[in-house]
T-cell receptor, first 116, second 115 residues
Framework: AQSVAQPEDQVNVAEGNPLTVKCTYS??????LFWYVQYPNRGLQFLLK??????LVKGSYGFEAEFNKSQTSFHLKKPSALVSDSALYFC??????????????FGSGTRLQVQP | NAGVTQTPKFQVLKTGQSMTLQCAQD?????MYWYRQDPGMGLRLIYY???????DKGEVPNGYNVSRLNKREFSLRLESAAPSQTSVYFC??????????????FGSGTRLTVV
């Protein structure tokens, strides 16, 4: 079985400060990992993904995420937050071996609020 | 623009009514999915279709049926709507797992209220 945990319902950060949104995962094999962002009344948009290779993945809008196999984590980061980054962020995982349910499993989401 | 199109965008149903949510993609993706989004619960998989001609249950399939009409279209049917099915429904599509571009493209969602 595969699962994802996003331990924080909400993260508050001041504009210009670095931000981190946490994600931990569980899979039986190796993971595909994703971050998606959802703006109000919109669908989910792809931010970045990790499949293989460098543990630090760079994505859209200046976001990056670090894959840590020993800690089974894939935290989303940005060096300097913008007010326009305020949105709902979802982490998702799928077992790379493709066993079991052949679809992404999503976390419960973390709301990011960036204050001016 | 290429992408995933969902209809309708909004719907209000009375308990016991039926309806079909439509989803179409024009990216020639093999796989299609239906998720529901509820506050604090993230996205939960209802049904998916790994390829044309196949469908499988997800995490929360009870009360729903699906049809993969062709490679482009994947519909979700509520036979007898219940208030517990009040939610935002998202359709998504993807290429196969072993392709470099694997990842989901989402539709804009259907906001369904059952009264």
């Amino acid at each position: 079985a595969q699962s994802v945990a996003q331990p924080e319902d909400q993260v508050n950060v001041a504009e210009g400060n670095p931000l981190t949104v946490k994600c931990t995962y569980s899979v039986s094999g190796n993971p595909y990992l994703f971050w998606y962002v959802q703006y109000p009344n919109r669908g989910l948009q792809f931010l970045l993904k990790y499949i293989t290779g460098d543990n630090l993945v760079k994505g859209s809008y200046g976001f990056e995420a670090e894959f840590n196999k020993s800690q089974t984590s894939f935290h989303l980061k940005k060096p300097s937050a913008l007010v326009s980054d305020s949105a709902l962020y979802f982490c998702a995982v799928r077992d790379i071996q493709g066993t079991g349910r052949r679809a992404l499993t999503f976390g419960s989401g973390t709301r990011l609020q960036v204050q001016p | 623009n290429a992408g995933v199109t969902q209809t309708p965008k909004f719907q209000v149903l009375k308990t016991g009514q039926s309806m079909t949510l439509q989803c179409a993609q024009d990216m020639n993706h093999n796989s299609m999915y239906w998720y529901r989004q509820d506050p604090g619960m993230g996205l939960r998989l209802i049904y998916y279709s790994a390829s044309e001609g196949t469908t499988d249950k997800g995490e929360v399939p009870n009360g729903y049926n699906v049809s993969r009409l062709n490679k482009r279209e994947f519909s979700l049917r509520l036979e007898s709507a219940a208030p517990s099915q009040t939610s935002v429904y998202f359709c998504a599509s993807s290429e196969a797992l072993d392709t470099p571009n694997y990842g989901y493209t989402f539709g804009s969602g259907t906001r369904l209220t059952v009264v």
